[in-house]
């Protein structure tokens, strides 16, 4: 049976999904934006400010599901510029172990939600 997982400590979900769901030991996590949950903001300051706030409403709903970026075993990364890869990469990278980093494919797309500049989800162990 599958478990729903939310927490207020990332943005809640702005449509009919969840911010993730957990299925026989398998976390799937919706994408997310740099939306600050705290105050409903996006974070667009520059691409590292807003790549962090991605990172950290992740973090968030991992830890929610009682796991962490070591047990992430896939990402899916999407940007509205390939440009800004370098500059996401370097934010992206503070948040796993190189050795043990989980797969991941970095996709240049038309437009994302909102607008904003890069959505990342993932896929964890729990």
Do not use: H, W
């Not at 050795?99 to 494919?105: F, G, H, I, K, L």
């Amino acid at each position: 049976m599958k478990t729903i997982i939310n927490t207020d400590k990332a943005p809640a979900p702005v449509g009919p999904y969840n911010q993730s769901v957990a299925y026989n030991g398998v976390l799937y996590c919706s994408g997310q934006i740099a939306i600050n949950p705290a105050t409903g903001d996006l974070v667009t300051d520059d691409i590292e400010a807003e790549t962090k706030q991605v990172m950290e409403n992740i973090k968030a709903v991992l830890t929610q599901a009682g796991t962490n970026f070591e047990n992430v075993l896939k990402c899916s990364v999407f940007v509205s510029d390939m440009g800004n890869y370098s500059r996401i990469n370097a934010v992206y990278a503070t948040y796993f172990n190189e050795n043990t980093a989980p797969a991941r494919e970095l996709v240049e797309v038309a437009n994302l939600p909102k607008y904003v500049n890069v959505e990342i989800s993932v896929i964890a162990a729990v």
